[in-house]
Nanobody, 118 residues
Framework: QVRLVESGGGMVQPGRSLRLSCVAS????????MRWYRQAPGEGRGLVAA?????????ADSVKGRFTISRNNAKAMNTVSLQMNNLRPEDTAVYYC??????????WGQGTQVTVSS
């Protein structure tokens, strides 16, 4: 079992930055991937960025060059961050952290609100 807790959301003006963090606890040695998703009002949940245990990263086209996913420990998937720069109003959403373990179980955090508005 894995528990995820997100933090770092808030309200910022366009062009500013925010850093989200996701702290995993429990059976973190079983985690192979950690991902950030987001869901805007009236829309489905979409993938923003992902990082594999080996360090490989992937990004949605809409955030490439602006967002960076990283982990604090090269040997364990215990804390994953999402650095979000040059934020746009269309980045406004609830951001969720997700972890996938070695038997494809998915675990989700409670979500954190990001609002980009002038």
């Amino acid at each position: 079992q894995v528990r995820l807790v997100e933090s770092g959301g808030g309200m910022v003006q366009p062009g500013r930055s925010l850093r989200l963090s996701c702290v995993a606890s429990g059976n973190i040695d079983s985690i192979l991937y950690m991902r950030w998703y987001r869901q805007a009002p009236g829309e489905g949940r979409g993938l923003v960025a992902a990082i594999a245990r080996g360090g490989q990263t992937t990004y949605a086209d809409s955030v490439k060059g602006r967002f960076t996913i990283s982990r604090n420990n090269a040997k364990a998937m215990n804390t994953v961050s999402l650095q979000m720069n040059n934020l746009r109003p269309e980045d406004t959403a609830v951001y969720y952290c997700e972890a996938e373990d070695h038997i494809t179980n998915d675990y989700w955090g409670q979500g954190t609100q990001v609002t980009v508005s002038s």
